[in-house]
C-alpha cells in the first residue's frame, strides 16, 4: 500500500508508472491484432485504461509540494521587492536560518529578521526564479530547492536556496531558509 509521501511523489511525476504501461499497451495491442487474438487486445486496452487513470489522477490531485511553491514564489518576489510586511507573513515565528549547508548552524528568527531587514534596503531592478522544486517530506512539511537570479545594479547574481515549509491553521509557512550558493560559492556569514 502507499503511503502519503509516496502517493504524492507518484502524483507529482506520474511517468514512471504510466509511460511503462502505456508501453506494454501498444505491445499488447500490436501483438493482439498481428496475431488475432483477445486476450492480449483486453489486456492491451486495461494497460491503456490504467496509465490514462494514473495521468488523470496525477493532473487533479495537488500534492503538498505543489501548494506550497507558490508561497515560496511569493516570498522572493517579497524579498526581492523589500516588501518586509508581505514576507513576516509568511514566515512562521519560529522560523531559522542557515547558511551554507545543512550541518551549519541554525539561527534564530531574530538574526533572519535583522537579514531580511538588510537585503530590503538594496533595491533589485529585476529578479526571476531560474529552478524550483518541492519535495514532499509529510503531508503537512514540504522541502522546496530554488535558484533565483536577481540584478543588481546591472550585476546579475545567481544564488541558491533551501527552504522548508510546514502547513498549519495560517496555511503554508517557512520554518528554514538554507543559503546554499551564491555566484556558485558560499555565501557570506551576513549580508553586508
Request: hydrophobic share 45%.
Amino acid at each position: 500500500m502507499l503511503d502519503m509521501v509516496e502517493f504524492d511523489a507518484l502524483m507529482a511525476n506520474p511517468y514512471p508508472l504510466a509511460a511503462p504501461l502505456l508501453l506494454l499497451a501498444i505491445g499488447l495491442l500490436g501483438y493482439a491484432l498481428r496475431e488475432g487474438y483477445s486476450r492480449p487486445r483486453h489486456a492491451g486496452v486495461a494497460c491503456l485504461g490504467l496509465a490514462s487513470g494514473v495521468w488523470c489522477a496525477a493532473m487533479l490531485v495537488e500534492t503538498p509540494a505543489e501548494q506550497a511553491i507558490p508561497v515560496v514564489e511569493a516570498l522572493v518576489a517579497n524579498v526581492c521587492q523589500g516588501e518586509i510586511e508581505g514576507v513576516h507573513r509568511l514566515l512562521h515565528p519560529e522560523a531559522g536560518w542557515a547558511i551554507g549547508d545543512a550541518q551549519s548552524p541554525r539561527q534564530d528568527f531574530a538574526v533572519l529578521n535583522r537579514q531580511l531587514s538588510r537585503a530590503a534596503r538594496y533595491s533589485f531592478s529585476s529578479w526571476s526564479i531560474l529552478a524550483i522544486n518541492g519535495t514532499t517530506i509529510r503531508s503537512d512539511q514540504v522541502q522546496v530547492e530554488l535558484k533565483v537570479r536577481v540584478v543588481d545594479g546591472g550585476r546579475p547574481m545567481a544564488s541558491t536556496w533551501r527552504l522548508e515549509l510546514r502547513k498549519d491553521a495560517m496555511g503554508w509557512r517557512v520554518t528554514d531558509v538554507l543559503w546554499r550558493t551564491l555566484l556558485g560559492q558560499t555565501p557570506p556569514s551576513r549580508i553586508p
